[in-house]
Every structure is written in structure tokens, then in C-alpha cells.
């Protein structure tokens, strides 16, 4: 009995390790098998895998439902071989836990806004700073540099065992806060809710805010008590998780115009036959390109809910926010490579 009972221990260790599971060599028949008789439907070709896929942002959001189509797209180009669990809310921890996970494997793929920046490709992608880029398209030609982009590609592999397999256009980030913020001038003293991100917070700060570091998933909370008063997100993300209850008041000032980095477990997408690997890469582009499609439609949508919830949008002038935080635009790029400041020095010009 103690026999049988080690055996079902170890087999339950075995799949309890395995995130990216898959069927390699199923058992041969006795006899080969007989063609399938007509009107009757033969099983698809190739092997199975079931993968677990995670994010840290609310359902609804654009990069939830642009996951939802990731997992909708890999089922029918694979005749659902490839199973994708897709995991929403937070449910298996926060950005900064999932990007640990998914370096061991525990998860298999997951997406991460500025902390990919900040986490993965720490002091090489300068895409994370605020107040530089002006367009999703200038954001997504770092990673098309052939030098600044490979360094990219190269440190998330080596330092983090991910690929970057998609990238997709985020809204861009507003400063939410519990009073109209017309001004750079008018920050001086607001305790603003940031993720850990050390470049905004060193930029924040030099403009005069207070910088708290908050997990997302506690930011309501922390905006609801007075621990901060204002926070910076895309409008989905405000829309999601009802900021606009605790703050009613959101200034555009698109400062950070990022992408949704998806990225895949190293030994995971190198254990998959090639096929496989490019039905996961189809996938993923059409997947991000729809969600580029539809993210303009759905970010009007977003504002008005905002607007129907009693939210008050401030327009403000975003170069004279953009040249308030040129010192700590330039004491961030300070942690960062040389070929990350030579970028940004070029650009800026």
C-alpha cells in the first residue's frame, strides 16, 4: 500500500512541475490504424499541448480581449491541439509575480506593459520613460532597431528566459487625481500611485509629486482611503477598475504612449515542434493587429463611460508637461546602456 501510494505522489510532482505540457510520443497502435469511414471525422495531426497564459489586468480591458482572441485563434489553427488556459484578474498573482513565473515556467505566456521594460529589459529599453515618445509607431521602431532592438530580444532571453513573440498599442497613460491638475506646477505635493518602476518614479518626483509604489490590483483601495490621491493609467484600465469612482477628475496628458509585450517561456516554445511554434506567432500578430484595429473604437468607448460616471476630463498643454520633466527625463536615462541614450539623444533632437 505505501508502494502505491509513493507512486501516486511522484506522479502528481510530475504534474504539478509541468506548465507546458504536451503529448510527445503517444503510444503507437497494435495495427495501423483504419482511415476514418465517410461522414466520420479523423483526430487532428500532430501533438497536444495545454499551456497556461496569465494577466494582471482586469477582463474587459483591450488587452484582455485581445488575449481572449490569442486563445480563440490558437484553438482553430491547431484543430485544438493546442489548449491555452487563460488566466485574468490578477488570479495567479501580480505583474511582478508573473514575470517571475513565467522565467521558471511556471506560467508558459503572459503580457506585461512598462514593467517588461523595467523587470526584463532593465537599462536597455528606453520605451518605458515618460514624456519622450509621441506615437505607438515611434515606440515600436526601438524594437525594429536593428541594434537597440536585438539588445532588447537578447537580454530578455538570456537574463529572463522569455521570447517577445507580439507587441500591442496600449492607449495612452492619463494622470487620474481628486482635483483638476492643469499644470506641471500643480503636482507639487500630490502622493501619485506608481508601480515599481524606477524611471517613473525618479521622473514623477522631479516634478514635484510624491511617488507611492502601489500594486494595481490595490490601487482603488489606496485612492479610496487617501493613501495616494492620483494614479497614471490607459483609459481601459481606468474604465476597468472603476478609477473614475475615487478620482473624477483625468487630465490628458498622454505622457507614456507603451505597448502590451507578450512574451513566451523560452524552453516551452523551443520544446514545440515548428509548426507549432509558427501557429503560435500567426496567432499572436493577428491577435495583436485586431486589437490595434479596435483599439481607437474602443477607447472612445472607455471615455464615455468615464463621462457617464461622472468624470471630468482636463486638457493640458504636453509640451509644457514634457519640458517640466526633462531633468528627470535625463537623471532616469542615467541607470540605462549607451546605446539606449544615444537613441533617445537622436530621437530628441
Known amino acids: 500500500m505505501k508502494k502505491v501510494i509513493a507512486l501516486l505522489l511522484a506522479f ?5 512541475m509541468a506548465a507546458c505540457t504536451s503529448s510527445n510520443e503517444p503510444a503507437a497502435p497494435a495495427e495501423p490504424a483504419e482511415p476514418a469511414a465517410e461522414g466520420e471525422t479523423s483526430e487532428p495531426e500532430g501533438r497536444t499541448y495545454e499551456l497556461t497564459m496569465v494577466s494582471s489586468d482586469a477582463t474587459g480591458c483591450v ?3 485581445v488575449g481572449e482572441k490569442f486563445v480563440e485563434l490558437v484553438d482553430k489553427y491547431s484543430d ?3 489548449k491555452v488556459n487563460y488566466y485574468q484578474d490578477a488570479t495567479m498573482g501580480t505583474e511582478l509575480e508573473n514575470i517571475q513565473q513565467i522565467k521558471t515556467g511556471e506560467v508558459d505566456i503572459a503580457h506585461f506593459g512598462d514593467n517588461f521594460g523595467s523587470q526584463i529589459a532593465t537599462g536597455v529599453d528606453p520605451t518605458l520613460i515618460p514624456f519622450i515618445f509621441k506615437s505607438a509607431d515611434d515606440v515600436k521602431a526601438v524594437y525594429d532597431d536593428p541594434e537597440l532592438g536585438e539588445a532588447i530580444r537578447k537580454i530578455a532571453k538570456d537574463n529572463n528566459n522569455v521570447y517577445l513573440i507580439g507587441l500591442q498599442n496600449r492607449s495612452p497613460r492619463l494622470l487620474t487625481a481628486s482635483k483638476a491638475i492643469a499644470t506641471p506646477a500643480e503636482l507639487k505635493g500630490l502622493k501619485v500611485r506608481v508601480p515599481e518602476i524606477e524611471s517613473w518614479v525618479t521622473v514623477w518626483n522631479s516634478m514635484g509629486a510624491m511617488c507611492t509604489v502601489v500594486a494595481w490590483s490595490e490601487t482603488y483601495s489606496a485612492l479610496q482611503t487617501g493613501v495616494v490621491d492620483a494614479q497614471e493609467n490607459p ?4 474604465c476597468a477598475n472603476s478609477i473614475y469612482d475615487v478620482n ?4 490628458n496628458t498622454e505622457h507614456l504612449i507603451g505597448l502590451h509585450h507578450w512574451c513566451i517561456n523560452v524552453d516551452c516554445f523551443d520544446s514545440m515542434d515548428p509548426a507549432d511554434q509558427e501557429i503560435i506567432k500567426k496567432a499572436m500578430k493577428e491577435a495583436d493587429d485586431w486589437g490595434d484595429q479596435e483599439l481607437d473604437n474602443l477607447v472612445a468607448d472607455y471615455k464615455q463611460q ?3 460616471h461622472g468624470a471630468t476630463f482636463v486638457d493640458v498643454d504636453k509640451s509644457e508637461w514634457a519640458a517640466a520633466a526633462q531633468a528627470g527625463i535625463e537623471a532616469a536615462l542615467e541607470s540605462f546602456t ?4 544615444a537613441y533617445i539623444t537622436n530621437y530628441l533632437k
Open 80 to 82: 485544438g491541439r493546442i
Open 338 to 341: 549607451d546605446e539606449a541614450k
Open 306 to 308: 468615464a463621462l457617464d
Open 63 to 65: 488587452i484582455g480581449l
Open 248 to 251: 473624477k477628475f483625468i487630465m
Open 235 to 238: 483609459i481601459d484600465n481606468i
Open 12 to 16: 502528481a510532482m510530475v504534474f504539478a
